[in-house]
């Protein structure tokens, strides 16, 4: 009932920042959490940051002060704003939202250089 497609991944030297959307779409009537996970080859997937309606927001330690959470919720829209990337934010990101059970984006590529 819920279809997220993600947006925004790519190549970038070290330093430098991306932005990843999330758009869903379908039936949306409340959507109380949304947030992110990344999955590096041979690494465990990680939650990087969430957001919840009330206005909570949440990170990892390894990106608390490079990365930003936000939400258009006009747009029923979610950003990660990646600042300061390093080489090891390498991964595929997956955002996903809860409105009653959980749903996935396809995931995005994101590639740090040295």
């Known amino acids: 009932q819920v279809q997220l497609v993600e947006s925004g991944g790519g190549l970038v030297q070290a330093g430098g920042s991306l932005r990843l959307s999330c758009a869903a779409s379908?039936?949306?009537?409340?959507?109380?959490?949304m947030g992110w996970y990344r999955q590096a080859p041979g690494k465990q997937r990680e939650l990087v940051a969430v957001s919840t309606s009330s206005g909570i927001t949440n990170y990892a330690d390894s990106v608390k002060g490079r990365f930003t959470i936000s939400r258009d919720n006009a747009k029923n829209t979610i950003y990660l704003q990646m600042n300061s990337l390093k080489p090891e934010d390498t991964a595929v990101y997956y955002c996903y939202v809860r409105q009653t059970q959980l749903y996935w984006g396809q995931g995005t590529q994101v590639t740090v250089s040295s």
């Open positions: 379908g039936v949306i009537f409340n959507i109380d959490v």
